[in-house]
């Protein structure tokens, strides 16, 4: 069974850094894709980033862009979220999730069939 666990959320000032930890096992995962969404209080879950784990491919929502990086430890089954220059628009809930790979669909939740429980991120100002 794949279980995926977050951490590395916490509390950070606007402009700080964080770096979150998604740590992946069950399986392998030779042919999925992995990925961060995000939940703010009141909206949806939202597409953040994601990375083939096969190649290392990634994409980012235009938000983001230049301030976080996804990277993955293929050897010990681990993924990260690097977030340098957080903003108050950033406070979210953050989750791990993973689904069997495919280009078009990376970006939306219904491609991912394994979640973790989330981890929060707050920025103040």
């Known amino acids: 069974q794949v279980q995926l666990v977050e951490s590395g959320g916490g509390l950070v000032q606007a402009g700080g850094s964080l770096r979150l930890s998604c740590a992946a096992s069950?399986?392998?995962?030779?042919?999925?894709?992995m990925g961060w969404f995000r939940q703010a209080p009141g909206k949806e879950r939202h597409f953040v980033a994601a990375?083939?784990?096969?190649?290392?491919?990634?994409e980012y929502t235009d938000s983001v862009k230049g301030r976080f990086t996804i990277s993955r430890d293929v050897a010990n089954n681990m993924m990260y979220l690097q977030m340098n220059n957080l903003e108050p628009e950033d406070t979210a809930v953050y989750y791990c999730?993973?689904?069997?790979?495919?280009?078009?669909?990376?970006?939306?939740?219904?491609?991912?069939?394994?979640w973790g429980q989330g981890t929060q991120v707050t920025v103040s100002t």
């Open positions: 999730a993973a689904g069997v790979y495919s280009r078009h669909t990376l970006r939306f939740r219904t491609a991912y069939n394994y």
């Open positions: 069950g399986r392998t995962f030779g042919r999925y894709v």
């Open positions: 990375i083939v784990w096969s190649d290392g491919y990634t």
